[in-house]
DNA sequence: TTTATTTACGAAATCGTTTTCGTAAACCGG
DNA sequence: CCGGTTTACGAAAACGATTTCGTAAATAAA
């Protein structure tokens, strides 16, 4: 079965390569009568266009990018789908990358992009990334990129995040009110903007209210689950053990439900639980777990929109450059207050 | 800043371009000295060659396509990381789409590849397919597909999947042996093998053990969520409502646990619940799902490994055409027998 | 020393599309 | 009826890499 192409169609009706090629891309070149034909052949006989060819020859791919640093976990999974479904609309081909907290793997996806690989990129940095200039490089080299939710500070890139501020604010606030007065914050990486937007929200939350920050309270955990464990237990069960904990990233309030239970720690009973969140299970959970849910889909939806806006009409750059969707707190039974 | 490519480094060099190419290659047709220089300037000029073109002159991407029916999903999730930690490391790129369970979008998906656009598949069918003639299209154009969980029975194509007709008995035995007698069945399919073979073993439990099987009893699910709430409450609140519930689709295990809290029943004591799930915070929901937890992990890394033993040496065909990676049935306090 | 073979490279065709440009033929106004 | 403009198409040059083939020079074999 020979494969067919431009050149089978051209010979079979009799036309040339380039008269077809018109005709597919309905040019007002072509005769009405010329396009019937050549449409109807091609229906026939199925034909689908080459896509290294064509993108060899237009300089774009029709192929965007989306580099996370996890797949499991569910705001990079709900952010996906907003990107994909946008992509798909447009019709759009999208590469899935992931860095696995990765400096390295990220660069050396990254650099990848400099062959025209893809029309445009979306990424959210990882928890060891320090500096962006990978990233700034493809854009230099006229790749449009667009930051989400882990993003870059002072970047003059496109950029989508939630009220990461605030949202530790909230969150910490909330605790407070719900009378808890150790209260713990958990990250994973000291370096991301994000973790330290929440932080600082957590923080300012501490001393509107009067409270002392301790620093022994402010975890950010190691990338290996031993140790993770090991250091989260040494914080339960020591003296100077919290009453309350805002997990900055999801995983953490896993860990923390997995060794309360473990070390028979009731919540909210003895530990409030708040975590930034989008476990779909977090009313479910034993006991349901308060979040701080973040607009997952819409940002990978906005962030989608924003690239192709910057890909289709790159003179334009009227675009926001920061857009902020807020997210929202869920207060739930793990931090419930109880009589008593 | 003009792009680098082949030529650019050829002129500069005082060398042809099929030399560059070959030595870059490190073709034995090159002297020593010769890719020196040209490993070096292609080092400093950070040259990357271009896929397109690539793919165009040779026959192949080293791009591979996943399709999956939804990502919100742990099991697809996490299939999914087990399929790009392969790719990754075989240096192949991994386009994503979802189907979002419509059989006419995974057949346009699929059309599209038969331009060579990627190397090869791995799909795991919507819940609408009900033939696969769009899929076997593929194979007979050359291009290798591997089908994972969600399969289709009576194909030649190589399959991964894990042991769901006798999971299927396995959970319904569990439930039977917690004094459950009368256990419905839900899925959201009921086209799927997968969901035939896990009712098959549901069926056949029930028969081993003398217990009537009954329609009513055996849910198919609509896509859209109301109408699921809608014939789920009447399930559970209807004169011949169950008391033990085999969930052989993760969201429909969601769903009874948020209809039971807002019914006001209470699990295990009034209904019994076991899902097939991958959910990493089923230990942790209220109370502890029991699952069926199946290796989606190992699965994707199966499917991606065979999939490329299929792609790099496309002759023998020695590999094994079904694999089955058993399921573990993890009972929790959703299945507890309470003494009383 | 002559012939055969290897070594190291370049010219050019090729992959399948897109796009520019050239040009017959048809059509137009005057 | 004649210069000028459309109209509808084809030839050919890209895009950037790979690969086949040809060939001078260098080396080996006889």
Same mark, same amino acid.
């Given at each position: 079965m020979q494969t067919i192409n431009l050149k089978t169609l051209a010979s079979a009706l009799g036309l040339s390569v380039?008269?077809? %090629? #018109?005709?597919?891309? +309905?040019? *007002?070149? $072509? !005769?009405?009568? /010329? @396009?019937?034909?050549?449409?109807?052949?091609?229906?026939?006989?199925?034909?689908?266009?080459?896509?290294?060819? !064509? !993108?060899l020859r237009r #300089?774009? !791919?029709?192929?965007?990018?989306?580099?996370?640093?996890?797949?499991?976990? %569910? &705001? &990079?999974?709900?952010?996906?789908?907003?990107?994909?479904?946008?992509?798909?609309? @447009?019709?759009? *081909?999208?590469?899935?990358?992931?860095?696995?907290?990765?400096?390295? @793997?990220?660069? /050396? $996806?990254?650099?990848?992009?400099?062959?025209?690989?893809? +029309?445009?990129? $979306?990424? %959210?940095?990882?928890?060891?990334? /320090? *500096?962006? =200039?990978?990233?700034?490089?493809?854009?230099? @080299?006229? $790749?449009?990129?667009?930051? &989400? =939710?882990?993003?870059?500070e002072g970047t003059t890139l496109p950029l989508i995040t939630t009220n990461d501020l605030e949202s530790g604010y909230l969150a910490t606030q909330h605790l407070i009110r719900q009378q808890c007065r150790r209260i713990a914050f958990l990250s994973v990486s000291d370096s991301l903007s994000i973790t330290r937007q929440r932080q600082q929200g957590y923080l300012n939350a501490l001393t509107d209210s009067h409270l002392p920050s301790e620093p022994d309270l402010m975890l950010t955990l190691p990338a290996h689950a031993a140790d993770q464990e090991a250091i989260m237990t040494q914080l339960l069960t020591g003296p100077k053990a919290p009453d309350g904990i805002v997990a900055s990233v999801e995983k953490t309030a896993i860990l923390t439900y997995q060794l309360c239970e473990k070390l028979h720690l009731s919540i909210p009973e003895q530990l409030k639980v708040i975590s930034f969140s989008n476990l779909e299970t977090a009313p479910l959970l034993n006991p349901s777990l308060s979040t701080i849910t973040q607009p997952a889909f819409d940002m990978g939806e906005a962030a989608a929109r924003t690239l192709f806006g910057l890909i289709e009409r790159k003179s334009l750059r009227t675009m926001l450059p920061l857009q902020c969707i807020p997210s929202v707190l869920i207060p739930r039974r793990s931090t419930q207050l109880l009589a008593g």
């Open positions: 380039s008269t077809v %090629s #018109k005709a597919l891309q +309905d040019s *007002h070149e $072509i !005769s009405p009568e /010329t @396009k019937q034909r050549v449409w109807q052949l091609a229906r026939e006989l199925d034909y689908v266009p080459n896509p290294h060819a !064509s !993108s #300089k774009r !791919s029709k192929i965007i990018a989306v580099v996370i640093p996890e797949v499991a976990d %569910s &705001f &990079f999974t709900l952010a996906m789908k907003g990107i994909e479904v946008v992509a798909q609309q @447009k019709g759009y *081909h999208t590469l899935i990358y992931l860095t696995y907290e990765s400096l390295t @793997k990220e660069q /050396t $996806i990254l650099h990848d992009f400099q062959s025209g690989r893809v +029309d445009g990129l $979306i990424i %959210s940095l990882s928890g060891q990334t /320090t *500096h962006i =200039d990978h990233v700034t490089a493809l854009e230099r @080299k006229g $790749i449009p990129v667009v930051l &989400f =939710d882990r993003i870059f």
